[in-house]
Structure formats: structure tokens, C-alpha cells
């Protein structure tokens, strides 16, 4: 058992060291190029932020553990609103930009209810996971253009400062893309098999591990991203990271898992299922009082996951 956990704390770091590789490569390539860095920033690395549960969700399909690829997407949109929002309002009240409120947030909700309809029979196909992509390559493309838009040069910098100032030759970026997705692949693996082990050694089924520790897990990246936004006074980062990571989650994780090979969670209950719904409904009224993400909303938050918790674990 110890042995389990040692290898799934490893397997997490290979993770997040894969992703960082990943983006630093893919945003390098993207720059050299001449990719804008707004589209790089909305695109390339928000993307590659999510490619550890990407990998997770992929492996756990082509080890045929559809409860643990399903699982890690909706544990991961709980924990991302019921831990990470409620932790980060706790550090600091989050105010809300208006177009979050206008478009992002409701396209989220409404990406939560394709879930308990494509499980309805159980089965997550590759039509649906082909019709998932579609959405997320039609929602990527709107906030391109909505960016380019609005976009302004204080905007612009932001988004060029956080990303890699040097532009090397293209094989440099190449070789971290190679070495970074070599990384994600042993961490997916090590992090798939454990988890599955574990869940055997304490009796749990693949679907709660996937629910809760896989979903923490990967979700990690995102925890600290917000945390150290909101410590910065850029909360609204936070939440905007939070809400397209949810939208990402399901369009474009179980999007690919699914074309990979169909899911099949007998596992994943309407009460999981549901309970990623309410949270996400729960958040947009809080967004909407005063534009802000208050500490006592976010504490609310916080126990609505500790309930969920005390409900799945046997």
C-alpha cells in the first residue's frame, strides 16, 4: 500500500514536470512561428495545463477503465469549484469580469448537462466524443476572435510576459514537446495502475478513485495557479482559469478519451453527476452578488465538497 502511494506522489510529479515541459516547448514553437502570444496564452497553454488529466483519461481508456477516465473529469470539475474557488476566495474575495458572467460561466453550466446525457445508456461513443471536440474547437475559435477583439495592449503585455522570453531554433521546442509527452505518458500510466491497486487494497471501486484522489490529483496545477493568483490581487485570473478548465474538462478530455476508445462507467452515479451540476449552478448567483466571490461563499463551497465527500466515501 505504501508502495502504491509513493508511486502515485511520483507519477503526480512527473505530471506537472511533463505539462511544464510541454507548454514551455509548445508555446516556443508556436512563438518562433509568429503565433500571436494572446493566442498562444488562450490556446497553446491553456491546453497544455490540462494535459495531465488529458493523459490520465486517455490511459485509463486504452486500459479499457472507463469509471477512472469519466471519474477523473467530473471529480476534477467538483474539486476545481468546490476546493480550489472555495479555497481561493478564502485567501482573497474574487471579483468577476463581466464577460465571465456573460459567456464563460453559462457555457460551463451548460457543457456540465452533455455529461448525464451522453452516460444515459452508460457509454460515452466516439460520435459523442467527435461532437465534444466540435464544441471545444467552436468555443476555442469564439474566444480567439472575442479576445482579439477586446484585447488591450496592457492585455497583450500580460500575455507576452507569461510566456517564454527567448525564441530558439525549432528543434529545441521540439525536443522539449518529444520529452515532455514522454513524461506525461509514464506519469499517466504509473499514476492509472496505482490508483487502480489502491482502490483494490481498500475495497473502493475505480470510479471513486477517479472521483477523488485521480481528480486531486491532476487538478493540482490549477489548485496552485489560483492560490497564487489570488496572493498576486489577479483573482479574476482564478476564476477564469477555473471555469475554462471546467469547459475543458468535459469538451475536450472526455472529447478525446472517448475517441480513443468508447467509455464504458457503470460506475460514475447520477448523485456524481449532479453534484458537478449543482456546484456549477451554485456559482453563478455567487458571481452575480456584487461581482465578487466572497469568503463566506467560498467557505459554502468548501463544505458542499466536504458533504459530497462524506456521501461517496463508503
Known amino acids: 500500500m505504501l508502495l502504491n502511494i509513493l508511486f502515485i506522489a511520483v507519477a503526480l510529479v512527473l505530471l506537472y514536470v511533463g505539462a511544464e515541459w ?9 512563438l518562433f512561428f509568429g503565433v500571436s502570444p494572446l493566442v498562444v496564452g488562450l490556446t497553446v497553454v491553456s491546453i ?35 476546493v480550489i474557488l472555495g479555497l481561493t476566495a478564502l485567501v482573497a474575495p474574487m471579483r468577476v469580469q463581466f464577460q465571465l458572467l456573460k459567456i464563460d460561466a453559462p457555457i460551463m453550466l451548460g457543457v456540465m448537462f452533455f455529461v448525464p446525457v451522453m452516460l444515459a445508456d ?23 476572435i472575442a479576445a482579439r477583439r477586446t ?28 520529452v515532455g509527452l514522454g513524461v506525461l ?28 484522489i485521480v481528480a486531486a490529483g491532476t487538478s493540482l496545477p490549477e489548485l496552485a495557479a489560483s492560490v497564487v493568483a489570488a496572493l498576486k490581487k489577479e483573482p479574476d485570473i482564478a476564476i477564469g482559469n477555473i ?48 461581482l465578487r466571490l466572497q469568503r463566506l461563499e467560498g467557505a459554502f463551497l468548501l463544505l458542499c465538497y466536504a458533504g459530497y465527500l462524506a456521501v461517496l466515501w463508503p
Not at 510541454?22 to 514553437?29: D, K, M, T
Not at 465534444?132 to 474566444?143: E, K
Not at 470510479?207 to 477523488?212: E, F, P, S, W
Open 122 to 144: 452508460g457509454v460515452v461513443g466516439r460520435m459523442e466524443g467527435t461532437f465534444l471536440l466540435g464544441c471545444l474547437l467552436c468555443y476555442l475559435a469564439l474566444n480567439v
Open 151 to 178: 484585447a488591450t495592449p496592457e492585455v497583450e503585455a500580460e500575455y507576452a510576459e507569461s510566456l517564454p522570453a527567448d525564441k530558439p531554433s525549432p528543434w529545441i521546442p521540439i525536443v522539449w514537446i518529444l
Open 22 to 30: 510541454l507548454v514551455r516547448g509548445s508555446s516556443n514553437l508556436a
Open 243 to 290: 471555469i475554462g478548465s471546467n469547459i475543458f474538462n468535459v469538451l475536450g478530455i472526455l472529447g478525446v478519451a472517448a475517441l480513443v476508445r468508447p467509455l464504458h462507467a457503470p460506475g460514475i452515479s447520477h448523485f456524481d453527476v449532479y453534484a458537478m451540476i449543482a456546484l456549477s449552478a451554485a456559482l453563478l448567483p455567487f458571481l452575480w452578488t456584487g
Open 48 to 82: 497544455g495545463t490540462s494535459s495531465p488529466e488529458i493523459f490520465v483519461s486517455v490511459g485509463a481508456a486504452l486500459a479499457d477503465k472507463g469509471d477512472l477516465a469519466v471519474g477523473n473529469v467530473v471529480g476534477s470539475n467538483i474539486f476545481n469549484v468546490g
Open 185 to 212: 505518458a509514464g506519469g499517466a500510466r504509473l499514476l492509472t495502475t496505482n490508483a487502480v491497486e489502491l482502490a483494490r487494497l481498500f475495497g473502493l471501486s475505480e470510479a471513486i478513485i477517479g472521483l477523488t
